[in-house]
T-cell receptor
Framework: NAGVTQTPKFQVLKTGQSMTLQCAQD?????MSWYRQDPGMGLRLIHY???????DQGEVPNGYNVSRSTTEDFPLRLLSAAPSQTSVYFC?????????????FGSGTRLTVV | KNQVEQSPQSLIILEGKNCTLQ??????????LRWYKQDTGRGPVSLTI?????NTKSNGRYTATLDADTKQSSLHITASQLSDSASYIC????????????FGTGTRLLVSP
């Protein structure tokens, strides 16, 4: 049981490049989310999904796309990277109900856009 | 606007000492309040979760309290260990708006030997 797995752990992009951050969970969780964490700010929601085939925008969705073709995977795509997207990105998942003590987070992807 | 404010921003304590971290929120109505521990370079890990009707919740040496009337929560760490050095994040889930958790900016704790 690996939990939430994010790849890559580190990435450097040039402005204008595109890339996909991978997220996979093996807990059969319905809910998955992507957050970004910037210095001095709380985690901010980018996109989320309540199940396969269903996604919605969060607080800061511009410049990012997501899809959820399976329960396990929730990739985040940067369409045309900008320096403002330099951040640490976290994927999180949770099942239904409170018994699971909240969200399980991945270990993060540190992205630098130059 | 829904907000979560944490204090202090940072804290240094000696190993073995106790400490208390504070969380004030303006989220209303809220569904539950969570405390997470985030080690450097890692994702947040859940410590406790409390609904609006709960006053206290413990997880080993960590005890969270909640006062829904004053909209305050605290996280008390007993007999601190070097491994407690981390950021502690308070998170409130509103009772409306799916998945729209409100995160505090965290308290960075350093436990010194």
């Amino acid at each position: 049981n690996a939990g939430v797995t994010q790849t890559p752990k580190f990435q450097v992009l040039k402005t204008g490049q595109s890339m996909t951050l991978q997220c996979a969970q093996d807990m059969n969780h319905e809910y998955m989310s992507w957050y970004r964490q910037d210095p001095g700010m709380g985690l901010r929601l980018i996109h989320y999904s309540v199940g396969a085939g269903i996604t919605d925008q969060g607080e800061v969705p511009n410049g990012y796309n997501v899809s959820r073709s399976t329960t396990e995977d929730f990739p985040l795509r940067l369409l045309s990277a900008a320096p403002s997207q330099t951040s640490v990105y976290f994927c999180a998942s949770r099942g239904q109900g409170l018994s699971n003590y909240g969200y399980t987070f991945g270990s993060g992807t540190r992205l630098t856009v130059v | 606007k829904n907000q979560v404010e944490q204090s202090p921003q940072s804290l240094i304590i000696l190993e073995g000492k106790n400490c208390t971290l504070q969380c004030n929120y303006t989220v209303s109505p809220f569904s539950n309040l969570r405390w997470y521990k985030q080690d450097t370079g890692r994702g947040p890990v859940s410590l406790t979760i409390m609904t609006f009707s709960e006053n206290t919740k413990s997880n080993g040496r960590y005890t969270a309290t909640l006062d829904a009337d004053t909209k305050q929560s605290s996280l008390h760490i007993t007999a601190s260990q070097l491994s407690d050095s981390a950021s502690y994040i308070c998170v409130v889930r509103p009772n409306t708006g799916f998945q729209k958790l409100v995160f505090g900016t965290g308290t960075r704790l350093l436990v010194s030997p």
